[in-house]
């Protein structure tokens, strides 16, 4: 690419990038007040004015317990191969998959960076996320997931939603050292910017300091100091990602010695399935906006006003504990005012030069217990939640009755399932990416160590990649083209939620108790070639009521082998056919069983007796 061409498209990306900075500028203002509620920082007027600085992080708290339930474990799905003769293929994926999760933890573990997705789209509405192709030094070789600050995201400002936008603009900022790393094959004018860098002296961007938009409040205020290292230069770069290239570029510098606009990067590898590499989870969704509406943002006022109020309470309470005085300066030495316990005051007048400020309004005071429960109550009735905790089999005297209980239980599972199915779809485009990224650029074989019984599992459908080892575990060797076909990805509806251990302890318990009492359920599951595990079942049972000790009350153990026919010599055979001649009995007397039902007055009873001997003993009795 020669100069012009760079210059025109360097005016291209700029401009997309000024536009949608102008475009955020209005969310961009509230961010600050809902990171400094997110870290418990006032930023109420009345508040910050008062001494006290109370901070009641309710609103925060409800986020928390929501990521916490949404999010409660890893997320639990299955790729499927459109082909029916792809079973093998399908294990396969799902080895990998697992790998995957298991190593894409370039910030944090898999886990924690999906809490943290969920938590900040609570917060600011919605959330971005790249999904990179990932070639560590360390060895792994996979996808990842990196989660975007939001002041570092720039979506187009013609689209609503990520599937539909051409380009999406990302911030970062890296060292010369790791722009050095780089390949450069793909990266140019790395010698360029660090000359430029080197002759002017220059620090580099480092923290930005001079552009307040770039940092978060949290990093304000808990980071305020800035720094720039003349001797290792941090980098501003942005990358337009389009769905047919990305461009890395850095931008024009304004109040510096230098303005080093340079093309670092033009990939025109496209993404996989012609898709851009973001994804986003949303708090709730906005029809006309790419950014949602989410928790903080909705509870920001009632969040402030329950901070002022207990501020201004508390201010009241002072005034009431030491109230203003009246202090005539002509009769009182003004040297000897002095506040605390045992002080000594020289006045000429005592009890009328000194006197305490008299008929002070104590309304705000009586009314701050139920100012204060209308305002939790607005916060949590918008947030779905309730701050009563008691089993819904509670006495109606504490306050709330079972039914209000139940009902608002109610509310905040319905608001967790919302939140829930919003989360499941970022994971399943998570996961989607994923899929279609191994199947693109998997170029070097993934070995996986695996456990006998998933070696077992695997052998049966797809034997030719199972290497065993005598130790009793094996690995797999997995490489391109034994995956190498269309998947889709379904995951399992609420894996990710917090178990009610006692709906599922009771679920089992009921299964096994339908199996233990009826065995014909065994039988027709076996009718039909399948069979149920009872002693998997009474595990899953032991687990769900809480056992910890499980694991010794299920114990490895040797199957009963069948009883063997003992093995009898010819010569044995023939004298036991001759003791069992020998012994046979004679031809036993046929009782007379008309005789005997005979001796019955009884018709009835006469004609049962003559049956029932009569089929003990072969015979059919006279009609």
């Known amino acids: 690419m020669n100069k012009q061409e760079q210059d025109t498209l360097l005016d291209d990306v700029q401009s997309h990038l000024e536009d ?34 109370i901070f009641d992080p309710r609103l925060s708290t409800i986020v928390y317990e929501r990521a916490s339930r949404v999010m409660a474990q890893n997320p639990k799905g299955k790729a499927y191969a459109n082909s029916k003769d792809d079973v093998g293929k399908n294990m396969l994926m799902n080895l990998l998959l697992k790998y995957f999760y298991k190593n894409a933890n370039e910030q944090d573990s898999m886990l924690v960076k999906l809490r943290m997705l969920d938590v900040y789209s609570l917060v600011y509405g919605s959330m971005f996320a790249l999904v990179p192709w990932r070639v560590d ?11 975007l600050p939001i002041r570092d995201c720039f979506p187009q400002t013609t689209k609503r939603n990520t599937s539909d936008m051409d380009w999406f603009t990302v911030r970062n900022v890296v060292s010369i050292d790791w722009l050095n790393k780089q390949s450069p094959e793909v990266w140019q004018n790395i010698s360029a910017l660090e000359a430029d860098l080197k002759n002017n002296k220059d620090g580099g961007d480092g923290a930005n300091a001079t552009d307040q938009d770039k940092r978060s409040y949290v990093e304000r205020e808990l980071y305020p100091s800035t720094f720039g290292d003349v001797s290792y230069p941090q980098v501003e770069m942005y990358t337009e990602y389009r769905k047919d290239r990305w461009i890395t570029w850095t931008p024009k510098r304004i109040n510096s010695k230098t303005s080093r606009p340079y093309i670092l990067r033009v990939s025109d590898e496209p993404y996989v399935d012609y898709k851009l590499p973001i994804v986003a989870k949303h708090a709730f969704p906005l029809i006309d906006s790419p950014i949602g509406m989410g928790e903080f943002a909705r509870g920001k006022t009632l969040q402030m006003g329950i901070n002022s109020l207990w501020n201004l309470y508390m201010e009241g309470v002072k005034y009431s504990i030491f109230p203003p005085l009246h202090i005539n300066p002509d009769n009182v030495v003004p040297s000897s005012i002095k506040w605390g316990q045992g002080e000594f005051w020289f006045m000429n007048n005592p009890n009328q030069d000194v006197q305490t400020m008299q008929n002070l309004n104590p309304q705000g005071i009586n009314t701050f217990q139920s100012t204060f429960g209308a305002l939790v109550s607005a916060l949590e009735t918008q947030a779905g939640t309730t701050s009563v905790r008691e089993s819904a089999k509670s006495s109606s005297a504490l306050g709330k009755t079972p039914e209000a209980i139940r009902f608002i239980s109610d509310k905040e599972s319905a608001r967790d399932e919302w939140d829930r199915v919003m989360m499941e779809q970022t994971i399943e485009q998570i996961y989607s990416r994923w899929i279609s990224l191994t199947v693109s650029k998997l170029e070097k074989k993934v070995t996986m160590r695996l456990f006998k019984d998933e070696i077992e599992d695997i052998a049966q459908s797809y034997p030719d990649v199972v290497e065993l080892y005598e130790s009793g575990r094996g690995e797999v060797g997995i490489s391109k083209k034994e ?11 609420g894996s990710t939620t917090k178990v009610d251990i006692e709906a599922e302890q009771n679920n089992q318990t009921a299964i096994l108790k339908a199996i233990l009492e009826n065995p014909s359920i065994i039988e027709a599951f076996r009718a039909k070639g399948k069979d149920i595990d009872i ?48 012994q046979a009995p004679m031809e036993q007397e046929v009782p007379d069983i008309e005789g005997i039902a005979g001796q019955f007055q009884d018709p009835d009873i006469q004609q049962a007796v003559l049956q029932t001997m009569s089929n003990r003993l072969g015979q059919i009795p006279a009609q």
């Open 20 to 53: 949608s900075n102008s475009y955020l500028e209005t969310l961009r203002n509230d961010w600050d007040d809902l990171e400094a509620m997110l870290i418990v920082r006032l930023t109420d007027e009345l508040s910050a004015k008062s001494e006290n600085r």
């Open 137 to 147: 030094k360390n060895g792994y070789i996979g996808p990842e997931l990196n989660i």
């Open 483 to 493: 995956i190498d076909s269309d998947y889709d990805f379904v995951l399992e509806v």
């Open 535 to 582: 002693t998997e079942l009474f595990k899953d049972w032991l687990i769900a009521g809480g056992s910890k000790n499980w694991e010794k009350i299920i114990v490895e153990g040797q199957p009963e082998e069948p009883m063997q026919e003992p093995q009898i010599s010819e010569q044995d055979q023939a004298l036991m056919q001759q003791f069992q001649a020998e």
